[in-house]
């Protein structure tokens, strides 16, 4: 599966790791930040919570992968990610 990835990626080894790297600290990132703000609220943790839980890490969660993806020069490879996933998600059938 990994090599199937990498090569519709068509990214060396190295990238390709330096592209889950950052996934996943992108990830990390933004569930660590969406505690924080659920923190400023007075929610317990309910399945309100949960919910809005999952709708701020869905916000927040391509900011976060550019952001962690620049000190991996991985940004260009994320915008063009992130750019597809738009465009799959805007089109009209």
């Known amino acids: 599966m990994l090599h199937r ?14 592209i ?7 990830g990390s990132l933004c569930g660590y930040l969406g505690r ?18 999952i709708i701020v890490v869905t916000i927040l969660w391509p900011f976060c992968v550019l952001l962690a993806s620049v000190p991996f020069g991985q940004f260009s490879f994320f915008k063009r990610y992130l750019g597809r996933i738009k465009e799959k998600m805007t089109k009209k059938q």
């Open 5 to 18: 990835l990498k090569n519709k990626w068509q990214v060396s080894w190295l990238q390709f790791t330096l």
């Open 20 to 26: 889950f790297t950052t996934f996943a600290l992108g």
């Open 36 to 53: 924080q703000l659920l923190s400023f609220t007075s929610l317990e943790r309910g399945i309100i919570y949960f919910i809005i839980y």
